[in-house]
């Protein structure tokens, strides 16, 4: 759908806020991401988006997260607080130093592994570039908040391997958010299909 639109209408597309809900601007370029999402950018942001996680996270899971939202769902005072006491930390030389050599290895192994793999093979890595990047987004992810690597960028990556269950999980939330939250939906008054199946993958994710 989002390629859809991209591919319709150019580098920017607006689509209609229905039901009460806000407008929402794609943006394709990393030139205009970068003008208009970074450079001008206020101090306490509020970017709608992912309303089924902000639930998922503030009242389903209230008790266990006790009010730590994180950054996709924080909006205004509260994304400015989280960001400033994650920033001086994460900015720091020497926490750079300690993640860049395992980072630099997972990015060598997504290329040798999984891109030169494939080099040859150019119908694969144009229907499944986005899913390599994925891997390769988890497994850096996984490192820097656990401390070990899940193997996403092996061979060995079958359906009962928990790297398998993250990716599962990330394909479906992102599928799942796009078709609850740009389309007309009624999951906030009626637990809908599509509603359950997102709040099950959620729990899944969590566990």
């Given at each position: 759908m989002v390629s859809t639109l991209r591919e319709k209408y150019g580098p920017i597309v607006k689509m209609q806020g229905v039901l009460a809900r806000a407008d929402f601007v794609f943006l394709y370029e990393p030139e205009h991401i970068d003008q208009v999402v970074y450079r001008s950018q206020e101090a306490n942001p509020l970017r709608p988006g992912f309303q089924t996680l902000e639930y998922y996270r503030e009242v389903i899971k209230k008790g266990s997260l006790d009010g730590i939202y994180g950054l996709t769902t924080a909006q205004g005072e509260k994304w400015r607080d989280f960001r400033t006491k994650v920033n001086p930390p994460l900015l720091k030389l020497k926490l750079v130093k300690v993640y860049a050599p395992p980072l630099e290895e997972i990015a060598q192994d997504l290329v040798q592994r999984r891109i030169k793999r494939y080099k040859d093979d150019t119908q694969y890595l144009t229907?499944?570039?986005?899913?390599?990047?994925?891997?390769?987004?988890?497994?850096?992810?996984?490192?820097?908040?656990?401390?070990?690597?899940?193997?996403?960028?092996?061979?060995?990556?079958?359906?009962?391997?928990?790297?398998?269950?993250?990716?599962?999980?990330?394909?479906?939330?992102?599928?799942?958010?796009?078709?609850?939250?740009?389309?007309?939906?009624?999951?906030?008054?009626?637990?809908t299909p599509a509603y359950k199946k997102i709040i099950s993958t959620y729990d899944k994710q969590w566990e």
């Open positions: 229907k499944n570039f986005d899913l390599e990047m994925t891997k390769w987004s988890l497994e850096s992810v996984a490192y820097v908040a656990l401390g070990s690597r899940l193997g996403c960028l092996g061979d060995e990556v079958t359906k009962d391997h928990p790297g398998f269950t993250l990716l599962q999980c990330s394909k479906d939330i992102i599928d799942l958010a796009f078709q609850l939250e740009f389309f007309p939906s009624l999951w906030k008054y009626i637990a």
